[in-house]
């Protein structure tokens, strides 16, 4: 059986996703790069789906 890709075989790191790796590595209490989502949802919303 051949062994799996692994994903960063696949898709390297970009240099802003290096830097932040490293700097991540060097200073694991670092809250140096915060990652945030905003979106907006319209038309019916199973609230179910989300707690699962």
Same mark, same amino acid.
């Given at each position: 059986? +051949? =062994? +799996? +890709? =692994?994903?960063?075989?696949?898709?390297?790191? *970009?240099?802003? =996703? &290096? %830097?932040?790796?490293?700097? *991540?590595?060097?200073?694991?209490?670092?809250? +140096?790069?915060? &990652? =945030? $989502?905003?979106? $907006?949802?319209? %038309?019916?919303?199973?609230?179910? *789906?989300?707690?699962?």
């Amino acid at each position: 059986m +051949a =062994q +799996a +890709a =692994q994903i960063q075989d696949i898709y390297p790191l *970009s240099h802003m =996703q &290096e %830097g932040m790796l490293f700097h *991540s590595l060097m200073d694991v209490s670092s809250k +140096a790069y915060v &990652e =945030q $989502t905003s979106f $907006t949802i319209t %038309g019916n919303l199973c609230i179910d *789906s989300f707690l699962k």
